[in-house]
T-cell receptor
Framework: GAGVSQSPRYKVAKRGQDVALRCDPI?????LFWYQQALGQGPEFLTY????????KSGLPSDRFFAERPEGSVSTLKIQRTQQEDSAVYLC?????????????FGPGTRLTVT | KQEVTQIPAALSVPEGENLVLNCSFT??????LQWFRQDPGKGLTSLLL?????REQTSGRLNASLDKSSGRSTLYIAASQPGDSATYLC??????????????FGKGTHLIIQP
């Protein structure tokens, strides 16, 4: 079946612009995660949804970052007034359930470059 | 706070060699540990998932072990091939990780297999 998909794959934004990144999880997956991966680093957790509920947003770096999953499927990560330090790859992952034993499946990521 | 360290940061070996990648984590109260592969410009591909109650998992030429009490995991790659060249990431899921369910990643080992 189809895996996790993300769009766009690449995004160039001028500093100060708003951007929206989309994630389509695997159909039927309850849990959805966003991660940020800076160049040469491992991914870092941003936020977690269980269905439409955002249960943890402790990793969001500032109030310019906002995520939603209104119908418990597709999720959007929005970054307002982008800054150069926001340049990174944004990865989305989904898992079947809310149990800690479930495997997370990752999408290809969106590479954001802020100029 | 959970921290994950991977050694070495980079490794280059001739084709055909067996090799070991190391991962350590600071808090042993984990739910599970995953090894991922990441190719340049691509997302993460899950290789092996070891639950906290397990000692090892095998898939083809890959074998991952987990020693939870000492906070260590190893990924063993047998008979390496040029196609194994990639960055290998270790991640743990734990109560002290990113939120309730987020993964905490190491920075990865960049592996090059010379033909």
């Amino acid at each position: 079946g189809a895996g996790v998909s993300q769009s766009p794959r690449y995004k160039v934004a001028k500093r100060g612009q708003d951007v929206a990144l989309r994630c389509d999880p695997i159909s039927g997956h309850v849990s959805l995660f966003w991660y940020q991966q800076a160049l040469g680093q491992g991914p870092e957790f941003l936020t977690y949804f269980q269905n439409e509920a955002q249960l943890d947003k402790s990793g969001l770096p500032s109030d310019r970052f906002f995520a939603e999953r209104p119908e418990g499927s597709v999720s959007t990560l929005k970054i307002q007034r982008t800054q150069q330090e926001d340049s990174a790859v944004y990865l989305c992952a989904s898992s079947l359930g809310d149990l800690s034993t479930y495997e997370q499946y990752f999408g290809p990521g969106t590479r954001l470059t802020v100029t | 706070k959970q921290e994950v360290t991977q050694i070495p940061a980079a490794l280059s070996v001739p084709e055909g060699e067996n090799l070991v990648l190391n991962c350590s984590f600071t808090d042993s109260a984990i739910y599970n540990l995953q090894w991922f592969r990441q190719d340049p410009g691509k997302g993460l591909t899950s290789l092996l998932l070891i639950q906290s109650s397990q000692r090892e998992q095998t898939s083809g030429r890959l074998n991952a072990s987990l020693d939870k009490s000492s906070g260590r995991s190893t990924l063993y790659i047998a008979a390496s091939q040029p196609g194994d060249s990639a960055t290998y990431l270790c991640a743990v899921r734990s109560p002290l990780g990113g939120g309730a369910d987020g993964l905490t990643f190491g920075k990865g080992t960049h592996l090059i297999i010379q033909p």
